[in-house]
């Protein structure tokens, strides 16, 4: 497939109509998902996000009768599914995947501030398949849920000015925190970068558009703790969301050596953009998803552990530096590329041929 040509075809030579992408995306990400919307069962933990959030529509807030460590907006996706649709597996795969198309698709929105069009669409084309192949990422996950808030949110402090967008954004975050309550430190290290902005002679933030950035997130973390608080249950939630979280970190805390190997390669990928000047890490976009990375990298040192699926968690932002890094290869060296390699990433998908082979 030529991108260039899909590039004319759905872009025009307009930057900022990007519907086309999203839809393109959006195609992408159901090809890849639809075989496993009828599965009754893929990951343990999405079970157990289902059994929370229908206890919530029995009118049971989280912790009070069952109980799972992860903070209260994961279980809210799947009651508001749950309530809207009833109990459908396909309901909940099926805007999942649309969540997943939109992580993508501002993945690509904020690689295209930094990029050509068609790298970024690479990138968008990569998220996706990032975010929903291998192992049981074709559930719905909790990193899922949080990245299409996270993503969106850095893309608002990256390309919109005004204390309404950092507003927004800072709900964003605030929403992907009571998700995934790691992602407190990406979100920290984003709100120190931007009161550096602020300190800086050059000012790229007010103090309203802070303000705003923090009012946003607290917002949120008011607001999921009200119901226990209203009903004489704020205990439940601060021994739940908080304490529960902080002992499950030090119990599973694992050697980092088994760190190391994400550690280094992360390293060796962001040295080697700077070395060669591959990216310019004094534009604003860069050093955004540069902080991002490390706020999330650093989770995973503070938590002591990786498992596969928490990668979810960097892959949107870091599959921007790596399209760009290929990019500059192919153009320095002239690399020619083979047919034969078009035709092996068409295999990626593999397992969704199966499924779909499956209903055949």
Known sequence: MNLNVLKESFLGNSRSNHKAVFLLLTGITFFIRFPFFFRDYIDRDESTFILLGQSWVDGHLPYTQ??????????????????????????????????????????????????????????????????SLFGSLQ??????????????????????????????????????????????YPVLFIGLYLAFEYLNKHKAVTFWEIFTFGLGILLVIVLTFSPYYLSNQFEVWWKSVVLASLEYSEARRFSLLKLAPTFIAVALLLFFCWKRNIIKFTNRTSLLL?????????????????????LIQVHPMLIIYFGILIHHLYHQYKIRIPGLLFFLLLLIPIESYLGICQYC
């Open 66 to 131: 069952l109980w799972d460590l992860k903070p209260p907006l994961t279980f809210a996706f799947f009651s508001i599914v749950i309530y809207l649709f009833g109990k459908s597996f396909i309901a909940i795969r099926l805007i999942g995947a649309i969540l997943i198309a939109s992580t993508a698709f501002f993945s690509f929105k904020i690689a295209s501030r930094i990029t050509t069009i068609t790298v970024a669409l690479w990138c968008g084309i990569f998220c996706v398949a990032l975010l």
């Open 139 to 184: 559930g719905v996950m909790s990193e899922h849920l949080c990245m299409a808030f996270f993503v969106p949110s850095l893309y608002f402090i990256i390309a919109k000015k005004g204390p309404y967008w950092l507003l927004l954004s800072g709900i964003f975050m605030g929403i992907a925190i009571m998700i995934k309550l790691n992602m407190a």
């Open 290 to 310: 540069l902080v991002s990375v490390c706020g999330v990298l650093f989770s995973f040192f503070k938590g002591g552990r990786i498992n596969g699926h928490y």
